[in-house]
Structure formats: C-alpha cells, structure tokens
C-alpha cells in the first residue's frame, strides 16, 4: 500500500461515496482510485495552497510559480509523480551526492537541473527567475494565472489545472 502522509489514497476516495462524481471530472485522465486519491492529497495539500499563497502575494509583490512534475528519467516506469520536495536536488544540483534520490541522474536529469538551478540562480540575483533556457515565465497573479511546468519539457501554462483547482480552494474554504 503507497501512503500520502500515512494516508491510504484509496481510503480517501472511497469514503468520498456517491460525492467521487464530483471530483471524478476533475481528473478525467485517471483511471483507478490509487492514482485519483494520490493527486486528490497532492492538489488539496500542495498545488492548491500554492496557487492561493501565490495569489494572496502578488497583491503585494512579483510571483513566479512553477510546478514541478519531472520525474527522473530511470524512475518512470515505477513512480508515479514526484515526491514532497523531490525538486530540491534538481534546484540544488545535489542529485548525485545527496544519497537521497533512488538513482543516480541521467543525462536528461542533468540537464534539467542545469535549467532549474540556472533559473534560481536568476531570481537571487535579480529578482527575475527568467533565463534564455527557459520559455517566458510570466508573473502569476489573480488576473494573470501563469505556471512554469518542469516536466519532461519546460511548459509555460496559463490557467493551470484551474478548474480542479477552484473547487478544492473552494472545497477547503467551506470545511474551514
């Protein structure tokens, strides 16, 4: 059994009951319960925050938000997305003396994290994450929903996952 937090995927959708039809829609690409508890957990508890902090800071100040989904090359065919945090040795190039990644990185890893730690050495220095490698990563605001995808290709989004987005920002704001 794979655990979100100590949390059974399964569990989750199933005692969602008749309410699953609700959420089912949201992510039309998923065929089994695993899978939809798994990114269920991962939206309501990372991606939707994001997109919400992210929101609530560029009232103030210039956000960038990326998404990170680039699972390591050797890990495809036994892992099904990226764990908490799982960006950190591509941002940090520390992928291959960490001790903390499941296998050693290939070329392709590389050369993501060649991009990724370029872009974060951008945003220290100037405040902008832009860099020549990356495709245009426009700022992220309420009226401008924008993401930079780190995926197997480097995808600018616009209106990211919004729809499933909305209504678990909205599902979470009335359990509050």
């Known amino acids: 059994m794979t655990t979100a937090f100590g949390v059974d995927?399964?569990?989750i959708i199933q005692g969602l009951g008749k309410s699953k039809v609700l959420v089912k829609p949201l992510y039309s690409k998923v065929s089994n319960d695993a899978e939809l508890g798994r990114q269920v957990i991962r939206d309501a508890i990372f991606t939707a925050f994001a997109r919400r902090i992210s929101y609530l800071h560029s009232q103030?100040?210039?956000i960038w938000r990326y998404?990170?989904?680039y699972v390591q090359e050797r890990l495809r065919e036994s892992q099904p997305g990226v764990p908490h945090g799982g960006e950190i040795a591509f941002m940090m190039d520390?992928?291959?003396?960490?001790g903390c990644m499941s296998a050693p990185?290939?070329?392709a890893d590389s050369d993501l994290v060649r991009r990724t730690g370029d872009s974060w050495v951008a945003f220290a220095r100037t405040g902008n994450p832009q860099t020549p490698a990356l495709p245009e990563w426009s700022k992220d605001s309420v009226s401008n929903d924008r993401v930079l995808e780190f995926s197997e290709t480097v995808i600018?989004?616009?209106s990211f996952m919004q729809p499933r987005l909305n209504a678990l920002i909205l599902g979470l704001k009335a359990a509050d």
Do not use: L
């Not at 520390?94 to 960490?98: K, L, V």
């Open 9 to 11: 995927p399964v569990k």
């Open 60 to 62: 103030k100040a210039p």
């Open 67 to 69: 998404y990170f989904s």
């Open 94 to 98: 520390t992928g291959n003396n960490c």
């Open 105 to 107: 990185f290939t070329k």
């Open 156 to 158: 600018a989004r616009k």
